[in-house]
């Protein structure tokens, strides 16, 4: 697991000729300040720089939208990033430039998820398989103070775009499905595309295959008997009729070993699929912990109730009945094909015969029509050739894939699911007494991705107590960067003083090991979280004129580093 620090923000305005720097401990920050004075727009501008646009944004203070800057290290590797209205830049450790972006979600978005292992695929509304914007990636990290403390999984705007997307990011950044099981399920689809365009391109083939057997089922010498003598009309005559003769029984045959071929393929799926289907029953059968189960191949969530298991078994049964009758008709087809095989072989000595009586005096025609039966030949054989190998390499692919699914089924084990929601579940426990939230049943919390349906005073503790429990469980599981946890305005709906205290003294005491926590509030209420204290006075007045110097001739840098940029030029 990867770290994720912040060290630094600097915020200007070139319209107002006003700054604000402000830097950041390792472990702790108070953001202290009364109402109006910027707290929160200070905190909101950091995720802006990265790309994530919080809940809401005071009208005031995005009318300025000043430039900012923020310096962080992952892993202890120095970064930098610049926003300035709708483009970003990204610098390196040595300070120069990596590269500018304008999208969020197709640019910005790929480079900051793979700096912070953020490897989880999703399909947006369009059903496009994307890497989500960054917003997910902090979506945990940051309670705001205006809807974190009435919802959780819902502090950024715009989420909307990942359809669904609660149960599936709770449980990637939680360590239900880790980093391993998106990669792994992304190479999974990648088998599906390349299975299908292969089987695409087999069933093209096979119906230029079938078109030039049927071509060469309606092959005919055409001889011209006036060309011969009296004496071998009669012969020609009979070798012309059974050549016809010929020509259809090897159609037929053709079409009985199309169909033989058609019924040993469904015989084939069918017997995997009676296979999965008692495999899909164990599976489900055995899955205790949770009522619902995942398609390990694309994804879906279906409850896993006694009827979805008993529709299981009924398809076992229509399987079961459908090999029977599968068998069955392919030794039907079989006895079809030996007595058809019998008649035809006989018609072709009939054949051999007469050619051999006509040899001295057809030879020419027999020539050429050997020439262009060849070339007929030669042809169907590519083709036949050519589909025995897009088969393979459809079969190849498919258990590749089928692998891979194994795999998946392996990170989906119900041992770690189960120690994980023990974790979650006791740390809940225990921090709800903490906070003192007496009426909050298990039902309510029971599942990782639960809306926290408490009332009133007592629903700002809850949720404080889920938020920490989820940090408790990350810090443990998850497989992605580990991000700075910001708090903004834990005194929320009236708390008098007692609970007042026990908020703050149990975010001072509950703050995850080696982490980095960041709170805005406004009152201290005598209370020292032994850290360093960032205070602000002006009402109205986040940014100052006194810092505007310095803080534009330091941004100057990356600034020209940016507008000299070859890449930067084509955006504008």
């Not at 902090?138 to 502090?155: A, C, E, G, M, R």
């Not at 017997?271 to 009522?291: M, P, Q, S, W």
């Not at 469980?473 to 305005?489: G, L, R």
């Amino acid at each position: 697991m990867k770290k994720f620090v912040l060290s630094e923000i600097m915020l200007l305005s070139t319209i107002e000729k006003k700054a604000k720097r402000v830097k950041f401990d390792k472990r702790r920050t108070l953001i202290y300040g009364g109402n109006g004075t910027g707290k929160s727009c200070l905190l909101k501008s950091i995720y802006k720089t990265f790309g994530a646009q919080p809940f809401k944004e005071h009208p005031a203070w995005k009318s300025i939208n000043p430039i900012s800057f923020v310096r962080f290290k992952v892993d202890d590797v120095k970064y930098s990033i610049l926003k300035d209205g709708k483009f970003y830049a990204v610098f390196d450790n040595k300070e120069q430039l990596i590269d500018v972006y304008e999208s969020v979600t197709y640019e910005l978005g790929p480079f900051l998820s793979k700096l912070f292992d953020f490897k989880i695929k999703l399909p947006n509304r369009k059903n496009e398989l994307i890497t989500p914007p960054p917003a997910f990636l902090f979506l945990p990290y940051y309670i705001d103070q205006d809807i974190s403390w009435q919802k959780n999984w819902n502090s950024f705007a715009q989420i909307q775009q990942i359809k669904g997307y609660r149960e599936p990011i709770s449980s990637y950044h939680t360590g239900l499905r880790p980093n391993e099981y998106y990669q792994i399920k992304g190479e999974i689809e990648q088998y599906t595309t390349i299975i299908k365009d292969l089987e695409d391109e087999r069933k093209v083939l096979k119906n230029v295959l079938a078109n030039v057997k049927g071509k060469m089922s309606q092959l005919d010498f055409n001889i011209d008997i006036e060309k011969f003598k009296e004496e071998i009309k009669e012969l020609l005559i009979e070798c012309d009729t059974l050549k016809k003769r010929q020509e259809t029984l090897k159609s037929k045959l053709v079409d009985f070993y199309n169909f033989k071929i058609s019924i040993e393929s469904q015989l084939v799926i069918t017997k995997n699929a009676l296979n999965e289907t008692r495999k899909d029953y164990k599976f489900a059968t055995e899955i205790i912990v949770d009522d619902f189960v995942d398609c390990p191949t694309c994804g879906a969530h279906y409850e896993n109730s006694f009827v979805e298991r008993f529709e299981i078994a009924k398809d076992e049964n229509r399987c079961k009945e459908l090999v029977v009758e599968l068998t069955r008709e392919l030794k039907e087809i079989n006895d079809k094909i030996e007595k058809e095989n019998l008649t035809y072989n006989g018609n072709n000595e009939e054949i051999v015969k007469i050619e051999a009586l006509l040899d001295n005096k057809k030879g020419e025609i027999k020539l050429k029509d050997l020439i262009d039966n060849a070339g007929r030949n030669e042809l169907k054989s590519v083709f036949e050739e050519n589909s025995k190998s897009l088969l393979q390499n459809i079969v190849e692919n498919a258990l590749k894939q089928k692998d891979l699914q194994d795999n998946l089924k392996a990170l989906t084990d119900k041992n770690r699911r189960l120690e994980i929601m023990t974790v979650y579940h006791k740390f809940m426990k225990q921090y709800l007494s903490e906070l003192d939230v007496k009426s909050l049943k298990y039902e309510s919390y029971q599942k990782i991705d639960s809306n926290i349906p408490e009332t009133g005073s007592a629903l700002p503790r809850a949720l404080i107590a889920y938020y920490f429990s989820i940090f408790q469980v990350m810090k443990k599981y998850t497989s992605s960067a580990f991000c700075p946890i910001i708090i903004d305005s834990p005194n929320q709906q009236a708390q008098d003083l007692e609970h007042v205290d026990k908020i703050l003294k149990f975010i001072d005491a509950n703050q995850p090991e080696d982490s980095q926590l960041i709170l805005g509030i406004e009152e201290l209420y005598d209370i020292d979280f032994k850290c360093n204290i960032v205070e602000l006075k002006e009402e109205k007045n986040l940014l100052q004129s006194d810092e505007y110097e310095e803080v534009n001739q330091e941004l100057d840098y990356y600034l020209t580093k940016v507008w000299n940029y070859e890449k930067r030029n084509l955006l504008f």
